[in-house]
């Protein structure tokens, strides 16, 4: 444990700095921002904990070195933040700084209590606790990281930042189930979707693009990574997403199947007499690309169609489709768009999944430039031509930045 120097406090001014944490089941990722200015300090990825082939991989801050490695053993999530601790320690940014304002912490699963990033207490931490069957892989990584933080620093004030929050303002049309009412409020079945804090972050940003006020645009973000979402955002609120009670419903993702027919999971059960649980693992982790071409990387799948991969080329095409589906039904949703929004890892970088994407709907008014389109760049930028009625844009996320946002804006005062 330990506690910072009063003395050294006063000395620093308000303290600015910002820890975020992301736990998974078997990794951490951490930042450390400075909110004065919202520059990235230095940053690290455990991965593998509690297995024999631990790696953590930490990146200093600019000036300080190529990144640095650790292997071996790391046994849990405790000596996982204990080693990036060190880690920020030999960088001179240790965790027992006064200058550390707050730890925040992404948290998957908020339920419906959850509307706002909220500072931890022990009631707190027993909701996340019982939402764990709604979330069963993530929130209890995400308690051992709260945990395992407030040990380290039991005097700083812990934020959770929840993956559902964005989307509480979804209307009870959009977020019910067509299924038994009493049977959905029993068990709290309704659509929660997932991804919050990017779609939040990226709306934000793209209005910032169109230079005019969240509250006045209409947009539709797209979220590709290797999981991912839509979402409708209608002045800064967020009306529909195409995640659920869990990250699979929705878009065809890196190894999650997004929508299918339910009645698929009966018939797997009584045809092939599969358990849920393998059912489970088909439909997360073995369907989407992987399952239709067995890859799931963006980048190898469009090698594969170039070289005329015909199941690459078919995993692309039935990709594309659904997004394109999603794109016309949230343009429904939201009666006017000013702007669809690409983001996150295919979003940010494949220009062929934004020119199929958007091919053929110029009647809704949109289109992409094809230069424009092939531009390689991290910052925000518009992809579509001057005439195009409906902006296209590509906005690079930052979940952490946005965590450490709303983080620091509960505690700063
Ligand atoms: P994320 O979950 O946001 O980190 O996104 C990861 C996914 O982004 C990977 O699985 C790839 O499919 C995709 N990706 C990353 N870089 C590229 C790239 N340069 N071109 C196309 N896809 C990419």
New binding site residues.
Partial sequence: MTTPNTEDAAAAGKPSRVLVLNSGSSSVKYQLLDMDDRSRLASGLVERIGEETSRLVHTPPAGGGEPRERTGRIADHDEALKAAAEELAADGLGLDSPDLAAIGHRVVHGGLRFTEPTVVTDDVLKEIERLVPVAPLHNPANITGIRTAQALRPDLPQVAVFDTAFHTTMPEYAARYAIDVETADAHRIRRYGFHGTSHAYVSRRAAELLGKEPADVNVIVL?????ASASAVAGGRCVETSMGLTPLEGLVM?TRSGDIDPAVTFHLKRVAGMSADEIDVLLNKKSG?VGLCGD???????RRVDEGDERAALAFDIYVHRLKKYIGAYAAVLGRVDAVVFT???????AP?REAAIAGLEELGLAVDADLNAVRSGVPRLISPDYARVAVAVVP?DEELEIATQTFALVDN
Avoid: P
């Fill in positions: 979220h590709l990574g290797n999981g890196g690309l799931n990387d963006m980048r190898e799948i469009r996150a890892g295919v979003g940010e970088n494949s999944v996320t």
